[in-house]
Nanobody
Framework: QVQLVESGGGLVQAGDSLRLSCAAS????????MAWFRQAPGKEREFVAA????????AYADSVKGRFTISRNNAKNAVSLQMNSLEAEDTAVYYC???????????????????WGQGTQVTVSS
């Protein structure tokens, strides 16, 4: 059974940093693109960041560019999201996602991802 488990969320103040982690199990994802999405209350799920299977290519939403960094550790079958200079608008449930297609490229589209975690809450107080 494939599982993606997020961790690292919490309550922080504006300007603080958090590091989210996503551990995958049940199958290797070292040859698959992975991504982070988020969903704020009353809003649709939105793209945050994605990374290619090799880690050589990354993509970010304009709202987080320069503040967030996505990385991966293929040996640990894991992906992380370093979030700096957090803003109240970053408050959301953050989801890890994995593309089931081998050697897939990063995608902004949630439909490109076949596996999803249950999410971790990030709350930023202003």
């Amino acid at each position: 059974q494939v599982q993606l488990v997020e961790s690292g969320g919490g309550l922080v103040q504006a300007g603080d940093s958090l590091r989210l982690s996503c551990a995958a199990s049940g199958r290797p994802f070292r040859s698959n693109a992975m991504a982070w999405f988020r969903q704020a209350p009353g809003k649709e799920r939105e793209f945050v960041a994605a990374i290619s299977w090799s880690g050589a290519t990354t993509a970010y939403a304009d709202s987080v560019k320069g503040r967030f960094t996505i990385s991966r550790n293929n040996a640990k079958n894991a992906v992380s999201l370093q979030m700096n200079s957090l803003e109240a608008e970053d408050t959301a449930v953050y989801y890890c996602a994995a593309n089931g297609e081998l050697y897939s490229s990063p995608s902004y589209n949630a439909r490109a991802y076949d596996y999803w975690g249950q999410g971790t809450q990030v709350t930023v107080s202003s």
